[in-house]
């Protein structure tokens, strides 16, 4: 890919790389994707949320968080009902099994980042979440 690309076409393309590889990697190791755990992950943190809510915090669109939502369901780790005052909107919660997965997923998450970036060193972790933080904004600020 080198040959026919910029240094910065290059750049994209192992990002997009790399994306691809975290995300099965990830999920092997975890045995959970990471969309699904990041959902478990903000339902951890409160009582019952809207699935409207839920999907404008975890940033994912909404058929893939009613997919999600409905494959953590089936396995129990989380429950849906409708709101009784207003039968439009869906509630979610994490259930006590979705709590367990969540807490038995850190030690594999903290593993895999740990193996993810070995033979980094501070120093250019940090560089690297300030270039990261800037291609962010970057791409947030761009005009579609």
Not at 66 to 83: C, I
Request: aromatic share 4%; net charge neutral.
């Amino acid at each position: 890919m080198t040959a026919c690309c910029s240094e910065e076409g290059e750049i994209l393309y192992q990002l997009q790389s790399l994306h691809k590889v975290i995300g099965t990697k990830f999920e092997a190791c975890t045995g959970i994707s990471q969309s699904r755990l990041e959902l478990l992950a903000v339902l951890f943190y409160v009582d019952e949320i809207s699935q409207s809510d839920l999907q404008k915090k975890v940033n994912i669109d909404g058929a893939a968080v009613t997919r999600h939502l409905k494959q953590l369901e089936a396995k129990e780790m989380v429950a849906r009902r409708r709101k009784p005052e207003d039968n439009r909107i869906i509630l979610v919660r994490l259930t006590e099994q979705g709590r367990e997965r969540i807490e038995a997923s850190k030690k594999e998450k903290e593993r895999f980042i740990k193996e993810m970036l070995a033979g980094v060193s501070e120093e250019e972790r940090s560089m690297l979440k300030n270039v990261l933080s800037q291609m962010q904004n970057n791409i947030e600020n761009m005009k579609a």
